[in-house]
């Protein structure tokens, strides 16, 4: 037997997910976002979507009672780590870390406020279902640190994943887009409907994969780049010399070749951060005078 097959036994051993769900009295909360999966089939072909996990070092962020740890425990990768910050959850993901010694690592915490880096050693990749209401601010956070990773495979309400993968010139197309492409190559991959949940959300899903660059697509300062974002598709209604006023607006946009007329979601990510660059040079130069 080897040893994927021993690892399906043995997690095939375990009472289903439903009946661990009912023994730790588990109900999905709202106020934590919770929207369990119970389908081995679909959990299983997230997982797959990760791709080849030897040796990659998984963490599961907002694990829940398991069901998308099963899978990850059922692939070849080197360990997986649940984050789960709901103390009902944490009984029955220990059932699973039982189940397969040494291959779970159960970590009580909230990943908004938890360095994933310190959770294991490298390579790592975070494949996650995130809860709805924090999912973004958990992806901004970890591309702060984006080289700690080789990757995400992450499931978010449809409309959150089209922005992350949106093409310039798109409705959905935004401050998200840019610094989400800037570090890494996203694609949506599936949908998934709300049937799939318990209880059933209100909106449709997606899982993205999004493979952390070895360089990011263009130079630029993080901070730079975030900064011009948020100012352009802050009134992104607006012509970018309007929008970007208060850091030079038209001259601005001269300096680095992009029409005055234009408007946010008409840039490139490479636009965005020549733009960002400017606007540090710009800086730097202020700087200079304030000291002679």
Same mark, same amino acid.
Not at 11 to 22: H, S, T, V, W, Y
Not at 32 to 56: C, E, P, Y
């Given at each position: 037997?080897?040893?994927?097959?021993?690892?399906?036994?043995?997690?095939?051993?375990?009472?289903?997910?439903?009946?661990?769900?009912?023994?730790?009295?588990?109900?999905?909360?709202?106020?934590?976002?919770?929207?369990?999966?119970?389908?081995?089939?679909?959990?299983?072909?997230?997982?797959?979507?990760?791709?080849?996990?030897?040796? /990659?070092?998984?963490?599961?962020?907002?694990?829940?009672?398991?069901?998308?740890?099963?899978?990850?425990?059922?692939?070849?990768?080197?360990?997986?780590?649940?984050?789960?910050?709901?103390?009902?959850?944490?009984?029955?993901?220990?059932?699973?870390?039982?189940?397969?010694?040494?291959?779970?690592?159960? /970590?009580?915490?909230?990943?908004?406020?938890?360095?994933?880096?310190?959770?294991?050693?490298?390579?790592?990749? /975070?494949?996650?279902?995130?809860?709805?209401?924090?999912?973004?601010?958990?992806?901004?956070?970890?591309?702060?640190?984006?080289?700690?990773?080789?990757?995400?495979?992450?499931?978010?309400?449809?409309?959150?994943?089209?922005?992350?993968?949106?093409?310039?010139?798109?409705?959905?197309?935004?401050?998200?887009?840019?610094?989400?492409?800037?570090?890494?190559?996203?694609?949506?991959?599936?949908?998934?409907?709300?049937?799939?949940?318990?209880?059933?959300?209100?909106?449709?899903?997606? /899982?993205?994969?999004?493979?952390?660059?070895?360089?990011?697509?263009?130079?630029?300062?993080?901070?730079?780049?975030?900064?011009?974002?948020?100012?352009?598709?802050?009134?992104?209604?607006?012509?970018?010399?309007?929008?970007?006023?208060?850091?030079?607006?038209?001259?601005?946009?001269?300096?680095?070749?992009?029409?005055?007329?234009?408007?946010?979601?008409?840039?490139?990510?490479?636009?965005?951060?020549?733009?960002?660059?400017?606007?540090?040079?710009?800086?730097?130069?202020?700087?200079?005078?304030?000291?002679?």
């Amino acid at each position: 037997m080897t040893a994927a097959e021993n690892r399906r036994r043995q997690l095939d051993a375990l009472p289903p997910l439903r009946e661990i769900i009912a023994r730790h009295q588990i109900g999905a909360r709202k106020s934590f976002g919770q929207h369990f999966l119970f389908d081995l089939n679909l959990t299983r072909r997230i997982a797959a979507a990760a791709g080849d996990l030897s040796d /990659v070092h998984v963490i599961e962020v907002g694990a829940g009672p398991g069901g998308l740890t099963r899978a990850l425990l059922e692939t070849n990768a080197a360990s997986v780590v649940a984050v789960e910050r709901d103390q009902r959850c944490i009984g029955a993901l220990r059932d699973l870390a039982d189940a397969v010694p040494g291959r779970l690592k159960v /970590v009580e915490a909230d990943a908004l406020t938890t360095n994933l880096a310190d959770l294991s050693p490298p390579p790592r990749r /975070v494949i996650a279902n995130l809860p709805y209401n924090i999912g973004t601010q958990l992806l901004l956070n970890w591309l702060e640190t984006s080289s700690t990773f080789i990757g995400f495979t992450l499931m978010f309400q449809r409309e959150v994943a089209q922005r992350i993968t949106a093409e310039p010139g798109s409705k959905a197309y935004g401050r998200l887009s840019v610094l989400c492409q800037w570090l890494t190559e996203a694609r949506l991959l599936f949908d998934v409907a709300p049937t799939a949940f318990v209880p059933p959300p209100s909106v449709t899903s997606a /899982v993205i994969a999004m493979e952390v660059r070895s360089t990011p697509l263009a130079p630029a300062r993080q901070e730079d780049l975030e900064f011009v974002t948020r100012l352009a598709f802050g009134q992104r209604r607006k012509m970018l010399r309007r929008s970007l006023q208060s850091v030079g607006g038209a001259e601005l946009l001269a300096q680095v070749d992009i029409a005055e007329t234009a408007r946010a979601e008409e840039l490139t990510v490479h636009q965005f951060c020549a733009l960002a660059n400017a606007i540090e040079a710009r800086r730097a130069l202020r700087t200079i005078g304030r000291n002679h």
